[in-house]
């Protein structure tokens, strides 16, 4: 628990660096030069606590959290715009903070402190409005603890995590503030303009409520890499390892593999260090391709588990690499077993994946953890995820995510070696990954993983909004960059929309190479015809995998489709998808 609260810490330390933060730090520095007990570290409280709640409703989920989000960022703006005309004029000021004087005085009721109570008062105020915009802007590690309350329930644990990451953010300002706060100072004194730095951070308030308001902090912003902030925090993730249940600390020490061998005939021994002992394999509810495995049967082979689930973009991404080292090195040694744990619902339906399987020509067996038995032995919180185990049945490396192929497959054959089997060579594969297997274009990725659900969904522009589990007929509305609207009669579930109506569609502002969308044929399974267009023409040459060039394709089973591939120049385009058949779930778009 502690290293969980060490990581959620500093993931809110580094939520500073996220490009999303950048308008809303004017809100933060004008509270430069003030007494930091009356002013600086309540608005800094009352953030981390807006923070965390708005968080907690996230990780309990429901409609009534999102709108409530939507709602508090709105009133956020309007605070946060009454505070900006007040630094701009001392006059609008003296009248604002009239009534906050008047009630702090009628609440403290103590003599001596009408001065400190307004600005108390205000600097709470302006810490919520600030923890309600802060939140959206939250990276990888808070989705990890929002990911955990969603499969294994919100509890104490996700709302202490919440607090130490809220912590995190608050600190990270606070130094900011500190700082900023000198160079105030000593402007102040060389040159007297306090009255000329109140009013400029007044127009930079304002400014910042413009840019959030009209959306130009996911679309003008977006423009700075996105990936740079989440490598930071990748890397902390990578550095500071989650307890799963296993041996840790002394314990991890005492059964270390020796790094090196000084004899050169004694057994080779990996410099991979000893993480703690495999958990158990029981709990999945079927296998495919191989009757179940228990860590008996697997006593003395290396093996590998891979987490997924057959929807996930990024599992689909990784699939190619596992293939290969399943065939490369099943006569060595190496078990690959696949742990595929459902993100939706009708991924825990078993002949969806049996499906999935035999399409992705994955022969390597396949343990359906739909209740996350497994998941919750090894304490995962990634699709994908690979641990690879030894011989002897300790954890010895794991990764999480996409990417490093060359250090995993190089771990893959120092174990081998170690465990005594035919040599494993030193060359790493490199598959010619096709469709929506392919690597994704890092460099040009502008848009993020959107949900469409009510549950998670982001971004939605139609006019009136979401409504919640009723059909209702929509209008697609004028999205900018990373929004998106419905056309025609959809009921909007939990987990995905469904059309109640032929000629339906979805309009999606998009940045990417690649654009995916997760679709399926509804209960009635009849397969529903589609046609896509990139800014209102067909996609010609940009078409994706599951289209044609006149971008045509059909929805036969639950599953993602790769629905645009741009062949040329990446650069934001307008994406619809008009479904000729009612029936369709949409469920997330992904990109690439």
């Not at 330390?13 to 430069?32: D, G, M, N």
């Not at 078409?543 to 790769?562: A, F, R």
Request: charged letters at 15%.
């Amino acid at each position: 628990m502690m290293t969980l609260l060490v990581i959620a810490y500093l993931g809110g330390a580094l939520t500073i660096l996220s490009p999303c933060i950048l308008p809303i730090l004017p809100f933060v520095f004008a509270r430069a030069g003030q007494p930091f007990v009356r002013s600086t570290l309540p608005m800094l409280a009352g953030m981390t606590v807006t923070f965390a709640f708005v968080a907690t409703l996230a990780a309990v989920g429901g409609s009534w959290a999102i709108n409530a989000n939507e709602y508090g960022r709105l009133a956020a703006l309007c605070l946060l715009t009454v505070f900006g005309v007040s630094l701009l004029s001392s006059q609008v000021a003296s009248r604002l903070s009239r009534p906050i004087v008047d009630f702090g005085n009628t609440l403290l009721n103590a003599s001596g402190r009408d001065q400190a109570a307004p600005s108390v008062a205000s600097s709470i105020v302006l810490g919520v409005a600030t923890g309600l915009l802060w939140a959206p802007c939250a990276g990888p590690i808070l989705g990890l603890v929002l990911t955990g309350a969603a499969l294994q329930g919100a509890n104490l644990q996700t709302t202490v995590l919440l607090l130490a990451y809220a912590a995190g953010s608050a600190t990270s300002l606070a130094v900011a503030l500190l700082a900023g706060g000198k160079i105030f100072a000593a402007m102040k004194r060389s040159l007297g303009v306090s009255e000329r730095i109140r009013q400029s951070l007044g127009v930079a308030v304002l400014a910042g409520v413009a840019v959030i308001a009209l959306g130009l902090d996911t679309t003008l912003l977006s423009r700075f890499s996105y990936a740079s902030t989440t490598s930071v925090e990748q890397a902390v993730i990578e550095g500071l390892k989650f307890e799963r249940g296993r041996a840790v600390g002394d314990e991890v020490a005492s059964n270390a593999v020796p790094i090196g061998v000084a004899d050169s005939d004694a057994p080779f021994k990996s410099e991979l260090p000893v993480e703690g002992p495999a958990p158990s394999l029981d709990g999945a509810v079927q296998w495919l391709n191989s009757e179940p495995l228990t860590k008996e049967l697997l006593r003395g082979k290396v093996v590998l588990i891979d987490f997924w689930t057959y929807s996930c973009i990024n599992c689909i991404r990784t699939i190619p690499y596992v293939r290969a080292w399943a065939e490369k090195y099943a006569d060595k040694g190496l078990v690959v077993i696949g742990v595929h744990a459902p993100e939706f619902a009708f991924e825990k339906n078993i002949d969806n994946v049996r499906k999935a399987v035999a399409d992705f020509q994955i022969r390597y067996p396949v343990a359906i953890d739909n209740n996350f038995a497994i998941w919750r032995a090894f304490q995962n919180n990634y699709w994908p995820a690979h641990y690879l185990i030894d011989a002897s049945g300790q954890i010895r490396y794991s990764h999480f995510g996409e990417g490093n192929y060359r250090q995993t497959e190089e771990a893959i054959q120092g174990l081998l070696h170690e465990a005594g089997g035919k040599a494993a060579g030193s060359t790493v594969v490199t598959p010619d990954a096709k469709g929506a297997e392919a690597s994704a274009d890092l460099q040009h990725i502008r848009s993020n993983e959107t949900y469409i659900g009510y549950n998670q969904a982001s971004n939605f522009v139609s006019p009136g909004g979401v409504e919640a589990d009723m059909e209702h007929t929509y209008k697609p509305g004028d999205p900018r960059l990373n929004e998106w609207g419905l056309s025609g009669a959809w009921t909007i579930g939990a987990e995905a929309a469904r059309l109640d109506k032929p000629g339906g569609g979805i309009i999606y502002r998009f940045s990417a190479r690649d654009l995916h969308l997760v679709l399926g044929p509804g209960a009635a399974s009849k397969p529903v015809r589609f046609q896509v267009t990139i800014d209102g023409k067909a996609p010609g040459l940009n078409h994706g995998n599951d289209t044609d060039e006149n971008g045509n394709g059909t929805v036969t089973s639950t599953k993602l489709y790769q629905l645009v591939r741009q062949a040329g120049e990446v650069k934001d385009r307008v994406f619809e998808i008009r479904f000729l058949d009612a029936g369709v779930e949409a469920y997330a778009f992904t990109f690439g």
